[in-house]
């Protein structure tokens, strides 16, 4: 018992130096920072308001409902993640799982070039609807 208490006393000192040297205050900012490149209006037609916490987004879509891709036809938010998946190779939760069928659940906890990279791959996927 002396070990792991002696192991869990070194972990409480060790967060505590992480939090005084200012660490955690440059991940919060690039959180900060990713959630504005998601939230940005980049995407046509889609909308999106800034969450209040965690490091997810959840933007509306449904102005591509009714819009058809080789002959298949997005009518809601799961047939959306699903082609998101095949053609944009981008994977998203369906909004209708959180009782939200126009919206799409995007996580920003990545790298900002994972981010630049789905959020293009999306955009060229939307434009191919018709």
């Known amino acids: 018992m002396v070990g792991v208490r002696t192991g869990q006393r070194l972990k409480i000192k060790q967060w ?6 200012g660490r955690f205050v440059s991940s919060r900012t690039a959180f900060q920072v990713h959630l504005k490149m998601v939230c940005v209006p980049i995407l046509p037609g889609v909308t999106c308001y800034k969450p209040v916490g965690a490091f997810y987004v959840f933007p509306n879509f ?32 369906p909004g209708v799982e959180f009782g939200a069928d126009p919206f799409e659940r995007l996580s920003y906890a990545t790298s900002m070039e994972d981010i630049k990279q789905g959020l293009n791959r999306i955009e060229e996927a939307l434009k191919k609807l018709s």
């Open 16 to 21: 505590s130096k992480a939090i005084s040297s």
């Open 62 to 93: 449904s102005s591509h409902y009714g819009k058809s891709y080789q002959g298949k036809k997005i009518e809601n938010s799961t047939a959306l993640a699903d082609y998101f998946l095949d053609v944009a190779k981008v994977a998203v939760v």
